[in-house]
């Protein structure tokens, strides 16, 4: 009898614990909210100079010189099959394929800082759209 | 996994296809029409965007398309009577680069005329670009026709002549397609002047086609696809009765009738662009009557870019797409519905996936 | 007699095969509803591609050019016919020729129907003045009399060169084949059919090579073909500077009524048209068909005109950016598509490794004479 009192003792606190520490990890705030988005925007900044010629590109080419506003990517429709890739391809490889081919640069790392950035960029210029994966 | 077609259908569309891509002889002979003018043809060509890298290399892909467009235009048969440069030869208007334009043109046959475009212009205020090639506006009669040419990439006075440390700080700020302080593009009060004691020279029932880089109309502020003083500029094309207005800048197939005004685009010899509507962020604005342009695949450089010949037969203009790539398009003053309607494509039961943008 | 145990010892071979499953790394045969495929007119088809009858000196088939004992080709630069007169163009392979949507390097037929009934009335293939002798030839012979009333109920005296046509199209038909290293790894699940350095060639013609975009891999099937026309810069030199000439000949040879068959395969200077001599359109002056790769390794020497002997001197003029040496022109024609691709060394080397990686097993034994 004394065992089973203990351990429902126990197993009543730790629910109780669990519980609490549950509803403290919801109580994310509207200032974190919005520092969270002002860090994203500080990135996605950073990918709009990378997109405006921030590259550097060895031949000179600047994404927005085909992109204007970062048009005609399309990153909704990612992922999909993409014929210059010969395969379903995320957004980051299509970027790399555009900074070797038409701009005659090295790829970078898909989880780069540039990358990511430029992502950000992308996607801001593109917000509220639906998503249509593997749509051409 | 497609069928290959019957054989009727495959020499049909082999015969169609040497109706849209032949050389001009034969779809001039086709649409004979009666008119005071003389039937002639000539070729147009624009937005090279030559690239200066470093020492002699410049960006090959722009190099390439121009080449391509003079290789093209010189196996026109008969020649054309004189081909039309419509602006931007450089791309950041160095002398290295406009050089380089004019030694690819330089292989073309024939007599060239050019329009100023605002990668000539804005590093030097269009220096350089008058040495090698005289005025930035003037007209001349050819076979009955009136033509103009104007220099309608101008912006606000201050702005163009406030102090710059570098000029290429002042080119930078207009080289940038979608720069959020762009400055519009214009006439001019100047201009606009003279072209009103231009044309009052000129008869009303005389074709007039005026050559600009910029549109003539307000399309797409954010990327200057927008001439500020259009209205005024088209205000003095109206008393006449054949108005053709050929414009380049926006790098892909655009056209339209506004009263007795059409107008026509012209495609880069570099790259395309993207038509406003693929930008989702703002409210945009196309004619309605435009069928666009296929979408480029970027693994080839010349996808969506191309040059154009341009029929007068009627006074009118018959503009002929020579695209690379791509089934070549047509679009033609059509008199009886009064305006250009592509020849192929027009109808929306015609359209094709590519013409899909979004 | 024996002849005759063979050959239907061959019907009976061929019959099995005669609804074929897709290759792997290849999608089923098309295959149009108005000639479906039977294992008689296979067999009639087999007869007709290999009947040297059928030409002005009785010694050209389309075997002559296209030989299964040669990977289906010749392995000659250009091609000799009738009387060992040469023409201008190579012999493409009949292999996997089926999957193609318009057929000869310039497109000017649309299929395999139309193709096989221009050689035999060529002055250097075949060199007949019209089709009336293969008739004669077929109305004849009591083999074939049967065997065309058989497979298209027809009798001798309606024999025409459609029915030739389309059973020798029955026969091409057959002739497919995929399964190579190349589909065992990327579609059979093998990951070790191909070798290191076959595997680093795949990501270099995915990727730097730019193979991919016009010789198309996909994710379930691999064509190796656009179907599509490109001018990549080979016979450049033979027209250079005179193209507007040249193009301008072309045009007025066919306004009196020259036929492009005739005139692309006997002057040298209007084969290079390409694509043009068919469409008169100025952006296909020099536009020849993307072929596919399949079985590259046996298909030797390559191009419209037969002017790379091999692998690695392709890989080079593609690397040079459509020239075979640095120091060439470029064609003002160039399709965007080409443009220098600074391989190295090992990626050029690579690549060469991943193209023998795509023969066929039943082409497997040639390879080892390249």
Redesign the interface.
């Known amino acids: 009898m004394k065992l089973y009192k203990v351990l429902s003792a126990s197993l009543l606190t730790c629910t109780v614990l669990v519980l609490s520490m549950q509803s403290q990890a919801e109580q994310f705030t509207e200032a974190d909210v919005k520092r969270w988005t002002d860090e994203y925007m500080v990135v996605m900044k950073q990918g709009d100079k990378l997109f405006h010629g921030g590259l550097k590109a060895k031949n000179t080419v600047s994404c927005d010189q085909c992109h204007p506003n970062a048009t005609n990517i399309h990153p909704e429709t990612y992922p999909k099959f993409q014929q210059q890739l010969g395969k379903v391809a995320l957004l980051g490889e299509m970027i790399n394929w555009c900074i070797m081919n038409p701009t005659e640069s090295d790829p970078l790392a898909l989880d780069s800082d540039e990358m990511v950035a430029l992502q950000a960029y992308i996607h801001y210029e593109r917000r509220g759209q639906p998503l249509q994966p593997g749509n051409h | 996994?497609?069928?290959?077609?019957?054989?009727r259908d495959?020499m049909k569309k082999?015969a169609a296809?040497?109706a849209?891509?032949?050389?001009p002889l034969s779809v001039v002979e086709m649409s004979f029409g009666k008119s005071n003018s003389e039937n002639f043809t000539f070729a147009y060509i624009s937005d090279s965007h030559i690239?200066h890298?470093k020492g002699n290399d410049f960006?090959?892909?722009w190099d390439?398309g121009l080449?391509?467009a003079?290789?093209?235009t010189?196996?026109?048969?008969p020649k054309p009577d004189f081909v039309f440069y419509g602006g931007d030869i450089a791309q950041l208007g160095k002398p290295e680069e406009i050089d380089h334009g004019l030694d690819i043109l330089g292989g073309l046959n024939g007599k060239v005329h050019y329009v100023m475009g605002e990668h000539d212009y804005y590093l030097d205020l269009g220096d350089y670009w008058k040495k090698q090639l005289g005025p930035d506006y003037y007209s001349f009669d050819h076979k009955g026709v009136h033509f103009v040419v104007l220099n309608s990439i101008l912006t606000h006075e201050k702005w163009m002549h406030k102090k710059w440390d570098k000029g290429m700080d002042r080119m930078l700020q207009m080289a940038?397609?979608?720069n959020p302080d762009g400055q519009p593009f214009m006439v001019g009060d100047s201009q606009r002047e003279w072209l009103q004691k231009d044309l009052a020279k000129v008869g009303k029932d005389t074709p007039v086609v005026v050559f600009s880089h910029s549109p003539i109309q307000k399309i797409h502020k954010?990327?200057n696809f927008w001439t500020d003083d259009a209205e005024q500029v088209q205000a003095l094309l109206k008393p006449f009765d054949k108005v053709t207005v050929i414009y380049g800048h926006v790098h892909q197939i655009q056209y339209n009738q506004i009263g007795n005004i059409s107008f026509h685009s012209a495609m880069a010899t570099a790259?395309?662009?993207?038509y406003p509507s693929?930008?989702?962020?703002v409210e945009t604005y196309l004619p309605k009557l435009t069928v666009e342009m296929n979408?480029a695949?970027?693994?080839?450089?010349?996808?969506a870019?191309?040059w154009q010949f341009i029929n007068m037969h009627t006074g009118n203009v018959d503009l002929n797409y020579?695209?690379?790539?791509n089934k070549?398009r047509v679009v033609a003053f059509d008199a009886s519905q009064g305006k250009p309607v592509d020849r192929d494509y027009q109808d929306a039961d015609k359209r094709i996936p590519p013409q899909v943008?979004? | 007699m024996q002849t005759r145990l063979l050959f239907m010892i061959l019907v009976l071979g061929l019959s099995s095969q005669a609804i074929i499953a897709a290759p792997l790394g290849l999608p089923p045969v098309p295959v149009p509803a108005n000639n479906p495929q039977t294992p008689e007119k296979i067999a009639l088809g087999d007869r007709l591609y290999h009947d040297e009858r059928f030409s002005a000196d009785g010694k050209v088939s389309c075997s002559t050019c296209h030989a299964r004992e040669k990977g289906f080709t010749d392995n000659l630069r250009v091609s000799k016919g009738f009387n060992g007169l040469t023409g201008t163009r190579n012999a493409p392979t009949v292999i996997n020729a089926a999957y193609y949507t318009s057929q000869f390097w310039d497109g000017r037929e649309p299929d395999l129907e139309g193709q096989s009934k221009q050689p035999p009335i060529n002055p250097v293939e075949g060199g007949l003045k019209s089709h009336d002798p293969i008739i004669e030839v077929i109305r004849g012979d009591k083999d074939y009399t049967s065997a065309f009333k058989q497979v298209f109920n027809v009798n001798a005296n309606e024999i025409n060169m459609d029915h030739v046509s389309m059973a020798i199209a029955s026969f091409e038909r057959t002739i497919v084949a995929g399964d190579s290293a190349f589909d065992k790894y990327m579609y059979g699940g093998d990951k070790s059919a191909l070798n290191e350095a076959q595997q680093r060639g795949l990501a270099v013609y995915l990727g730097k090579g730019r193979c991919v975009s016009c010789h198309v891999i996909e994710e379930t099937q691999a064509l190796f073909t656009d179907n599509r026309f490109h001018n990549i810069g080979v016979g450049f030199k033979k027209i250079k500077g005179k193209e507007s000439e040249t193009a301008a000949q072309m045009l007025a040879a066919k306004r009196k009524g020259a036929d492009v068959d005739k005139t692309v395969l006997t002057q040298e200077n209007m084969s290079e048209l390409g694509r043009f001599a068919v469409t008169e359109n100025p952006t296909e002056v020099g536009a020849f068909k993307t072929p596919t790769i399949r079985n590259i390794a046996v298909t030797a020497p390559y191009m419209h005109d037969g002017s790379l002997e091999t692998l690695e001197e392709v890989v080079d003029f593609y690397n040079n950016g459509g020239r075979l040496k640095e120091s060439d022109p470029v064609s003002g024609f160039i399709s965007g598509g080409i443009k220098p691709l600074n391989l190295t060394d090992q990626e050029k080397k690579d690549l060469v490794a991943f193209m023998n990686a795509l023969t066929s097993p039943e082409y497997q034994a040639l390879a080892k004479k390249f």
Request: hydrophobic share 35%; net charge positive.
């Open positions: 996994m497609k069928k290959s077609m019957n054989r495959f082999s296809l040497v849209a891509g032949s050389l690239t890298v960006v090959r892909n390439r080449i391509r003079v290789a093209e010189n196996l026109m048969d940038r397609l979608d954010g990327w790259w395309p662009w993207p693929a930008y989702s962020q979408r695949d970027p693994f080839n450089e010349r996808d870019t191309g020579v695209l690379p790539e070549n943008h979004y």
